[in-house]
């Protein structure tokens, strides 16, 4: 091993069927170090901590830690977890409804928690120790999502942990809670402990990490010194694009010129909501394609569904051609024309045991209301005009829609919310895990919309597809709006450069 090294991951591989999910990954982690781990999604980062902590076996590779001369055996976590590997994951895997004491205990020896009291003072050591505002009898479930992840932190570092994970830990957290969050990862480093810091957050990034490991589709695109590798030069390696290899992107996209295309139809101040986004200004006008961009996890999702009312707004105002509308929950904005097809169709938006034409008509059904069901003529008018129009793929409109492919379920979504003639369709990911076909037609179908005075908002996280679709861009990151393009503007030199917050070096 090198010197200081506390880790060695060499030349691991995972295959899972038809996918090479890590091809030859190589990560080095030093002692009283913090390293992040960045890559978009699908890179391989969640793959690899899983390798690690034993919740997948590795195909090929070696595992070396400090003070062992060969290379480690991790099957199972109980494994990682002898080894001095622990891991604290984005969401709270203690028991709430036992007390921060028995939370740091659990699984110990019977022995060793039959003394209450000794317990307790132990665990308050801990706690004062590592500057952690709890006390060790008070309830879990009493703590902010902050503090019980430092409980989770306190408990891996009692049980000697000499590798600490933190996976997506501050995706939760308030500023505030962050900078406690960031205190105590830095004792923990002063302490030797080595510490993997999973986020998409740049700027979190930059003001605690020593390194940053960018894995790439499964790859090792390399490891690097924080002072080394600007944002800019950060952002375009996770994407895959160098600066002056940018080729020119599609054709001219179709642009709507009536005298009316100024109006804003749809206009949101200081908007914020329980997502943790900061307040942003918004507007789209009519027959206009805009979009949210950013990395994943800049905020691109959580801004459109605060514009939806599928998360709670907790500050700022939406206009509607002027006029003040209050938006609580989505069939307010339904009913104020607003369409919303969610980024995870098989969670938000499909229901699968359903039939394709139930899903189609489900939308306009919930603004009907349904204590007034359509007849089943009606229905069935319904899908078969939407069936026909988008060209969707089924044996019939009795079909289970989970029976579909991919990209057939996508349409019916798209038909669902048409049917409802919105005045503005919000796309999150449309496109993702479909064929190219369906892609195209999909991206043709969102340009003639607009073409007809449609206001569409287009999310991807393919910046080409964005590109070639939209007109502006509101660039996010780390959940807030850092910039807008347009023009001349549009380009992916200047997405990842706003998005690296203007660093050019």
Known sequence: MKDNSILEMKNINKRFP??????????????????????????????????LTGVYEKDEGQIYLEGIDKP???????????LGISTVYQEI?????????????IGREV???RNWKKMNEKVDEILKTLDIPAKSTQQLSSCSIAIQQMVAIARAVDMDC???ILDEPTSSLDDQEVKKLFQ???DLKKRGVGIVFVTHFLDQVYEVCDKITVLRDGKLVGEYEIKDLSRMDLVSKMLGKEFQDITNIGETKTVYHEKDSTLRVFEANKLESNSGIKPFD????????????????SGRSESVRAIFGADKITGGSILKNGSKIKISNPIDAMKNGIAYIPEDRKVDGIIGDLSVRENIILALQVLNGFFRPFSKAKANQFASEYIKLLEIKTASADTPIKSLSGGNQQKVILARWLLTHPEYLILDEPTRGIDIGTKVEIQKLVLKLASEGMCVTFISSETDEMLRTCSRLIVMRDRKVVGELSGDELSANMIMSTIAGGDKN
Do not use: R
């Open 282 to 297: 918004f507007y789209i006008n009519k027959g206009e394609i805009n979009g949210f961009t950013g990395l994943l996890g």
């Open 162 to 164: 000499k590798v600490l």
């Open 93 to 105: 895997t203690l028991c709430p409804n036992l007390t921060v004491a028995e939370n740091i205990w």
């Open 18 to 51: 038809g996918v090479k999910a890590l091809q030859d990954v190589n990560f080095t982690l030093c002692k009283g170090e913090i390293h992040a781990l960045m890559g978009e999604n699908g890179a391989g980062k969640s793959t690899l901590i899983k390798v």
């Open 72 to 82: 480690v055996s991790i099957k199972i976590p109980q494994d990682a977890q002898k």
């Open 184 to 186: 105590l990862m830095n």
């Open 111 to 113: 022995g060793a928690i």
